[in-house]
């Protein structure tokens, strides 16, 4: 990845969301909601602490897959392909293999 994210910041391919309901029904690119989980593809060295300066290393490394706020982040396109840029704070939850 040519992208190194900065402190405690994580990049991310979202999952596609479905294209298409249980019942058979193609869902419309207007009608899907932004996905909120998806691949961990760079992690930053992690966010110094106030008190010591000391860096705080991150909780998350490459491959995780990631469940993130709605609105969180930032949304970049590299080498054609749309990922998001989120804070530590964004991530909500790690999802477990």
């Not at 998350?60 to 930032?74: A, E, F, H, N, Q």
């Amino acid at each position: 990845m040519k992208l190194q994210p900065l402190e405690d910041r994580i990049v991310v391919r979202s999952s596609e969301p479905e294209e298409m309901t249980v019942s058979g029904l193609v869902i419309p690119d207007t009608a899907k909601e932004k996905p909120q989980q998806g691949e961990v593809l760079a992690v930053g060295p992690g966010r110094r602490a106030e008190q010591t300066g000391e860096v705080v290393p991150m909780d998350l490394k490459v491959g995780d897959m990631v469940v993130y706020s709605k609105y969180g982040g930032t949304e970049i396109t590299i080498d054609g392909e749309d990922l998001l840029i989120l804070t530590s704070r964004d991530v909500l939850a790690k999802v477990g293999k």
